[in-house]
């Protein structure tokens, strides 16, 4: 079925310090993997995505990295800050129209 | 302009009521989604519109009924909705039904249905 596997679902990091959170999905067709970063009474906004015929992307302090054969991905976020705190989503497509969500991760950055 | 427009922000109606949810974008995208989020959980999709025709219906309940009038417009007519249905509504778009291109979200509807 589609299933896209989020870890962990709350997560605390001191400012600075680097937050990791992981995802696995169940479709080994799916090739498109994009991460959300949802603000309390916002709408999801992407932060960062990745397709299936590359391994890793960053984008400054935000970085993906996918390994297909294990069906899973990361998301990575080094030298942490206050406004990083809040709901991260994974999510993966299962052909090519629908969009699977993880179920999230909630961090909080300790200043 | 990567913004995707959702009104009313916020909206209570009552079970017996009939109302609208509005959704636009003006980045050219043929493909737009209704996404339905409860509390502490992850987007759940009811809808896709490709090329302004409905492509994919999760099994949503017929008091939800949605309509593209054209490329930049997406409606979800509200008809006799439950309690259980109060919620956040998101709208989606994304540049083609391909996901292989990004799919940027409004800001959503929350629903509360007394």
């Known amino acids: 079925g589609e299933n896209v596997e989020q870890h962990p679902s709350t997560l605390s990091v001191q400012e600075g310090d680097s937050a990791v959170i992981k995802c696995t999905y169940s479709d080994s067709a799916s090739n498109y993997f994009p991460w959300y970063k949802q603000e309390l009474g916002k709408g999801p906004q992407l932060i960062i995505d990745?397709?299936?015929?590359?391994g890793e992307k960053k984008d400054q302090r935000i970085a993906v990295t996918l390994n297909k054969t294990a069906k899973h991905f990361s998301l990575h976020i080094t030298e942490t800050q206050p406004e990083d705190s809040a709901v991260y989503f994974c999510a993966a497509n299962f052909g090519n129209e629908k969009l699977t969500f993880g179920t999230g991760t909630r961090l909080t950055i300790i200043p | 302009d990567t913004e995707v427009t959702q009104t009313p922000k916020h909206l209570v109606m009552g079970m017996t009521n009939k109302k609208s949810l509005k959704c636009e974008q003006h980045m050219g995208h043929r493909a737009m989604y209704w996404y339905k989020q409860k509390a502490k959980k992850p987007p759940e999709l009811m809808f896709v519109?490709?090329?302004?025709?409905?492509?994919i219906n999760e099994s949503v309940p017929s008091r939800f009924s949605p309509e593209c009038p054209n490329s930049s417009l997406l409606n979800l007519h509200l008809h006799a909705l439950q309690p259980e249905d109060s919620a956040l509504y998101l709208c989606?778009?994304?540049?083609?039904?391909?996901?292989?291109?990004?799919?940027?979200f409004g800001q959503g509807t929350r629903l509360t249905v007394v």
């Open positions: 519109y490709s090329y302004e025709k409905l492509s």
């Open positions: 990745i397709r299936s015929n590359v």
């Open positions: 989606a778009s994304s540049q083609d039904q391909v996901l292989n291109t990004e799919a940027f």
